[in-house]
């Protein structure tokens, strides 16, 4: 067990609905990262956070939004969702805001866009 | 931008034998190397890492890695594989001075036949 946790695990919607994913991360952690995997893509960063703060940006849709809560959980919102998005997305923690050390992972939401 | 490749989609291998998994990177500088393997159903867990030093490093479940800087190349290596290490294997490469953002590879699938 990482630490992190992702809810939901399994997510099933339509085209253009919107849908929210959350992260908790590590006791103590205050980056939070997003990645998209998806089998043509691979595993695709798309933002990261640090306490509370946007940190760095990806490949990120302007569909998609995020953000970090004083708790420092965090959420991925995604809007206008189309057949593409169908994806396994992953949040990950660290420490620092510096991933010269290693990212915790959460066991993924999958997002299939029907 | 930096690169990571892993060429090897697929990897069989039977049991009780060596594994090598391959990877390169594209990077002008010495970057921060990483493997991480993720099992069915979960998130990714780091394997080993390299920052500087000595250019083979150990890591947790019997596996190894040697960075060789003439060839960019940080091949994973392990000496017997048992069956519950087969896995997706991915290698990440993070900018020293930069971003700090890990980039993955797409994965190597290894699959251990009894």
């Known amino acids: 067990d990482s630490g992190v946790t992702q809810t939901p695990k399994h997510l099933i919607t339509a085209t253009g609905q919107r849908v929210t994913l959350r992260c908790s991360p590590r006791?103590?952690?205050?980056?939070v990262y997003w990645y998209q995997q998806s089998l043509d893509q691979g595993l695709q960063f798309l933002i990261q956070?640090?306490?509370?703060?946007?940190?760095a940006k990806g490949n990120i849709l302007e569909r998609f939004s995020a953000q970090q809560f004083p708790d420092l959980h965090s959420e991925l919102n995604l809007s206008s969702l189309e057949l593409g998005d169908s994806a396994l997305y992953f949040c990950?923690?660290?420490?620092?805001?510096?991933?010269?050390?290693?990212?915790?992972f959460g066991s993924g939401t999958q997002l299939s866009v029907l | 931008a930096q690169s990571v490749t892993q060429p090897d989609i697929h990897i069989t291998v039977s049991e009780g034998a060596s594994l090598e998994l391959r990877c390169n990177y594209s990077?002008?500088?010495?970057?921060?190397l990483f493997w991480y393997v993720q099992s069915p159903g979960q998130g990714l867990q780091l394997l080993l890492k390299?920052?500087?030093?000595?250019?083979l490093v150990q890591g947790i479940k019997g596996f190894e890695a040697e960075f060789k800087r003439s060839q960019s190349s940080f091949n994973l290596r392990k000496p017997s594989v048992h069956w519950s290490d087969a896995a997706e294997y991915f290698c990440?490469?993070?900018?020293?001075?930069?971003?700090?953002?890990?980039?993955f590879g797409r994965g190597t699938s290894l699959i251990v036949h009894p």
């Open positions: 990950a923690s660290s420490p620092q805001g510096g991933s010269y050390e290693k990212l915790f």
């Open positions: 006791s103590g952690d205050l980056s």
């Open positions: 956070y640090y306490n509370g703060e946007e940190r």
């Open positions: 990077y002008g500088a010495t970057p921060y």
């Open positions: 390299y920052f500087s030093g000595d250019t």
């Open positions: 990440a490469v993070v900018e020293s001075g930069g971003s700090y953002i890990p980039t």
